[in-house]
């Protein structure tokens, strides 16, 4: 450990006292269109060495301040599982990682992504004693997770907090920037775009109906509302329905009788990943099928619903790949 011991014990006594506090949102002076132009400048260091290897020193501005790299880190923790799989897309294993297996049990995407990696448990709650035992060399959170957490975290290692508030791809330049993972981010990104362009010539097939993304919660649901999730829509061409609740970062609730005053001509459903069990895929959402309500909608009438990949309720960025790949998949029949 590079910080001193006094800090870290003071970490642990300072999380004694917060246990249990939820983890609110980052909040900086910086708007968001400067950090998305940050971002996308800092990841693009030349490689002055000729070697095609990534360059360190560096220097990486993060939601929270900046912090130098004397070396590429090998040993990287994540301790919010919304950043874990940004780091398994670039192929990159965190040495730990905040609710890992439970996700990987949950989620067919996320289970291929993790296949043949190694990566130590932190549990839903992360166990700051196996954090410890783990060493490592950078810690990085989210804002819209443990980022509120980061003067407790950078008192055991170097920590940067990835801004949340951008969108998917400039969240994972940032982090190829931490890991010298630029050129497999472009890979990535130009992956990406191929998909969202397969999808939005499926969408285009269905001009004028409309398309409702929700969770379900097992007794009710929560609508994954346009604001939060514009790439189905402004960038994909999916037609949404007005008046839809936006309260939380994914979008208001609302039950049965709501949806079926909405009558959307398709849904795309994914389960509650929080609520989720592992041994009974899909049940939040089968939970509905003999409904009278639910049986009589539109969509379900007409065969018009489809299923997701739980991450895709939420910020990941393999669930924006498995929404791309359930509206490709299911509209471009």
């Known amino acids: 450990?590079?910080?001193?011991?006094?800090?870290?014990?003071?970490?642990?006594?300072?999380?004694?006292?917060?246990?249990?506090?939820?983890?609110?949102?980052?909040?900086?002076?910086?708007?968001?269109?400067?950090?998305?132009?940050?971002?996308?400048?800092?990841?693009?260091?030349?490689?002055?060495?000729?070697?095609?290897?990534?360059?360190?020193?560096?220097?990486?501005?993060?939601?929270?301040?900046?912090?130098?790299?004397?070396?590429?880190?090998?040993?990287?923790?994540?301790v919010d599982i919304m950043g874990t799989d940004y780091f398994l897309v670039l192929d990159f294993a965190p040495i730990v990682s905040e609710g890992f297996e439970s996700t990987k049990s949950k989620s067919p995407i996320f289970a291929k992504y993790a296949e043949g990696k190694t990566v130590k448990d932190l549990g839903g709650k992360t166990n700051l004693e196996t954090l410890l035992e783990m060493d490592p060399e950078v810690i990085v959170m989210t804002s819209t997770g443990k980022g509120s957490r980061y003067?407790?975290?950078?008192?055991?290692?170097?920590?940067?907090?990835i801004d949340f508030s951008v969108d998917a791809p400039t969240r994972l330049m940032e982090i190829a920037e931490v890991i010298g993972k630029e050129e497999k981010a472009k890979q990535v990104l130009a992956d990406f775009d191929q998909l969202k362009n397969e999808a939005k010539a499926a969408a285009d097939k269905h001009k004028g109906e409309t398309a409702l993304f929700l969770v379900s919660n097992g007794k009710d649901f929560t609508v994954m509302h346009p604001k939060n999730f514009p790439i189905y829509y402004e960038e994909v061409g999916l037609t949404p329905i007005a008046g839809l609740p936006e309260d939380g970062k994914i979008g208001g609730r609302i039950g049965?009788?709501?949806?079926?005053?909405?009558?959307?001509?398709?849904?795309?459903?994914?389960?509650n990943r929080r609520s989720a069990k592992a041994e009974e895929p899909e049940g939040l959402i089968h939970i509905w099928k003999d409904h009278p309500v639910w049986k009589n909608l539109k969509a379900v009438k007409n065969n018009h619903v489809?299923?997701?990949?739980?991450?895709?309720?939420?910020?990941?960025?393999?669930?924006?790949?498995?929404?791309?790949?359930?509206?490709?998949?299911?509209?471009g029949k």
Do not use: W
Not at 151 to 161: D, G, P, R, W
Not at 307 to 331: H, P, S, V
């Open 256 to 271: 049965i009788e709501a949806l079926s005053e909405l009558a959307p001509d398709h849904i795309f459903i994914a389960e």
């Open 151 to 161: 003067e407790e975290f950078n008192k055991m290692a170097n920590s940067i907090v």
């Open 1 to 78: 450990m590079k910080k001193k011991l006094s800090g870290i014990l003071s970490v642990i006594i300072a999380t004694a006292v917060v246990a249990g506090c939820g983890a609110g949102q980052v909040t900086t002076d910086t708007n968001a269109n400067n950090k998305v132009q940050t971002a996308k400048a800092g990841a693009a260091q030349p490689d002055t060495k000729g070697t095609g290897e990534p360059v360190y020193p560096r220097t990486i501005k993060h939601a929270m301040g900046e912090v130098t790299l004397e070396k590429k880190p090998e040993r990287v923790a994540s």
């Open 306 to 331: 489809y299923t997701m990949d739980t991450l895709a309720g939420d910020t990941f960025f393999l669930g924006e790949i498995a929404g791309l790949e359930a509206i490709k998949n299911n509209l």
